[in-house]
């Protein structure tokens, strides 16, 4: 029995002898030597799943980003003017879906050769001058990451901490069925536009969640009466309930109208400074996918169904002359403000969201002054003054809704 037992003991001892190694001195990787000139960082922001990076660069060769578990995921920057970026796009950048669980330190390394063509390294710690200590990123459903970024480790860097996203109230995606209740928007020829794009987000949704993505609505059906609207902002507001849940997208559905029945065809309403390719994508796909057309509409036109409208000085002056009328406190609104406010309150700072608690009547948006933002696209899909469109629409639904949902799941690659 004794020996029975101190076998037991031996295989004890040398199972957990073999978990403290796996676990604290096989993971232990290499400290890096860095160097006593530091990168600032002036701006660190999360919009959509790309992080970017912006600050100012040491007086060093050839440049890029690591981040270093032992290994290293190189990355390369924008330089101009002593001043770094990861990308010129507010939706570009270090693609954080992509990055494996585990700790990652951020540092930019300069490399250099010597005459036998043999590389040397040189790390400079990223200091953190913004005023965000700790960034904290869930990534989509299917990869179930969640992502903190701080200086908490002795390099005093930019680290990444990846672990295992435990909380269900993530979603990847939020689909708001334009106007609702009392506000029907459009009206004609027989139609509300609120009635339509509620059966388009639903359909959407469907489409979406097949596809493995979480989805969440703005409004259900049935959930306002002809005599209540949709609060905006505040606890549960259509803009603001994005952040509440971490979303990472956001799809406004909407239908257009215009007194002059011959204009026609799909409008993408994005951000500013954005890599076009997803907003290309989904113009083209609902174009092909149901035989509508490009919109006709020329102003604030960017590409083929891609429009982009900020707030103009034009626009900021009248806006500033209507709060004096209502007697309400201005909000800071800029040049760099996206003039849709769907578009605009989920993105954060990143597309100029303002609306903070100064206009008690008008509820506030409390992610306004958040360094992550999201990525919110408003989609008037059809002109209900166009014969042609409607009835394309009401005939077509599964098809706009196939557009859209496919061209989500293909660009991001999302796995079934």
Request: charged share 25%.
């Given at each position: 029995?004794?020996?029975?037992?101190?076998?037991?003991?031996?295989?004890?001892?040398?199972?957990?002898?073999?978990?403290?190694?796996?676990?604290?001195?096989?993971?232990?990787?290499?400290?890096?030597?860095?160097?006593?000139?530091?990168?600032?960082?002036?701006?660190?922001?999360?919009?959509?799943?790309?992080?970017?990076?912006?600050?100012?660069?040491?007086?060093?060769?050839?440049?890029?980003?690591?981040?270093?578990?032992?290994?290293?995921?190189?990355?390369?920057?924008?330089?101009?003017?002593?001043?770094?970026?990861?990308?010129?796009?507010?939706?570009?950048?270090?693609?954080?879906?992509?990055?494996?669980?585990?700790?990652?330190?951020?540092?930019?390394?300069?490399?250099?050769?010597?005459?036998?063509?043999?590389?040397?390294?040189?790390?400079?710690?990223?200091?953190?001058?913004?005023?965000?200590?700790?960034?904290?990123?869930?990534?989509?459903?299917?990869?179930?990451?969640?992502?903190?970024?701080?200086?908490?480790?002795?390099?005093?860097?930019?680290?990444?901490?990846?672990?295992?996203?435990?909380?269900?109230?993530?979603?990847?995606?939020?689909?708001?069925?334009?106007?609702?209740?009392?506000?029907?928007?459009?009206?004609?020829?027989?139609?509300?536009?609120?009635?339509?794009?509620?059966?388009?987000?639903?359909?959407?949704?469907?489409?979406?969640?097949?596809?493995?993505?979480?989805?969440?609505?703005?409004?259900?059906e049935g959930q306002l009466n002809n005599n209540?609207?949709l609060i905006d902002y505040g606890t549960n507001?259509?803009?603001?309930?994005?952040?509440?849940?971490?979303?990472?997208?956001?799809?406004?559905?909407?239908?257009?109208?215009?007194?002059?029945?011959?204009?026609?065809?799909?409008?993408?309403?994005?951000?500013?400074?954005?890599?076009?390719?997803?907003?290309?994508?989904?113009?083209?796909?609902?174009?092909?996918?149901?035989?509508?057309?490009?919109?006709?509409?020329?102003?604030?036109?960017?590409?083929?169904?891609?429009?982009?409208?900020?707030?103009?000085?034009?626009?900021?002056?009248?806006?500033?002359?209507?709060?004096?009328?209502?007697?309400?406190?201005?909000?800071?609104?800029?040049?760099?403000?996206?003039?849709?406010?769907?578009?605009?309150?989920?993105?954060?700072?990143?597309?100029?969201?303002?609306?903070?608690?100064?206009?008690?009547?008008?509820?506030?948006?409390?992610?306004?002054?958040?360094?992550?933002?999201?990525?919110?696209?408003?989609?008037?899909?059809?002109?209900?003054?166009?014969?042609?469109?409607?009835?394309?629409?009401?005939?077509?639904?599964?098809?706009?809704?196939?557009?859209?949902?496919?061209?989500?799941?293909?660009?991001?690659?999302?796995?079934?």
């Open positions: 029995m004794r020996k029975f037992l101190f076998v037991l003991l031996i295989i004890f001892l040398m199972f957990g002898g073999y978990i403290l190694y796996d676990n604290y001195f096989s993971k232990k990787i290499p400290i890096l030597n860095t160097e006593d000139d530091v990168v600032n960082v002036d701006e660190l922001y999360i919009y959509g799943n790309h992080l970017n990076i912006n600050g100012k660069i040491v007086n060093a060769e050839n440049l890029d980003l690591v981040l270093y578990n032992g290994d290293f995921i190189s990355y390369k920057i924008n330089i101009k003017d002593n001043n770094f970026n990861m990308s010129d796009y507010v939706n570009d950048g270090i693609k954080l879906e992509d990055i494996p669980k585990g700790i990652y330190y951020a540092f930019i390394r300069s490399t250099t050769k010597d005459d036998d063509d043999k590389e040397s390294y040189k790390y400079y710690v990223l200091n953190n001058n913004t005023k965000y200590e700790e960034t904290i990123y869930y990534a989509f459903s299917n990869n179930g990451n969640k992502i903190v970024i701080n200086s908490d480790n002795d390099y005093h860097t930019l680290m990444l901490n990846i672990t295992e996203n435990n909380d269900e109230n993530i979603y990847d995606v939020i689909i708001d069925p334009g106007h609702g209740g009392m506000d029907s928007g459009a009206i004609k020829n027989g139609y509300k536009e609120s009635e339509l794009t509620m059966k388009i987000a639903a359909n959407l949704k469907k489409k979406m969640e097949a596809n493995g993505i979480k989805v969440k609505l703005t409004r259900e209540e609207k507001g259509r803009a603001v309930i994005s952040g509440d849940v971490h979303a990472k997208y956001l799809f406004s559905i909407h239908l257009n109208s215009n007194a002059y029945s011959s204009v026609n065809g799909v409008e993408v309403y994005t951000p500013a400074n954005i890599n076009y390719d997803f907003a290309k994508s989904l113009a083209t796909a609902i174009v092909n996918n149901t035989g509508c057309s490009y919109s006709t509409n020329k102003l604030n036109k960017q590409f083929d169904g891609i429009y982009t409208r900020s707030f103009t000085e034009a626009d900021i002056k009248s806006s500033m002359e209507e709060y004096a009328e209502r007697n309400m406190n201005a909000y800071d609104i800029t040049t760099k403000s996206n003039y849709f406010y769907m578009i605009r309150e989920p993105g954060a700072i990143i597309t100029g969201a303002y609306v903070d608690d100064r206009n008690s009547k008008i509820g506030e948006n409390k992610y306004y002054n958040s360094n992550v933002g999201t990525e919110a696209y408003l989609l008037e899909l059809a002109y209900l003054s166009n014969m042609n469109d409607l009835n394309n629409i009401l005939n077509n639904m599964d098809k706009y809704t196939d557009a859209i949902a496919n061209s989500f799941n293909n660009v991001f690659e999302l796995k079934k």
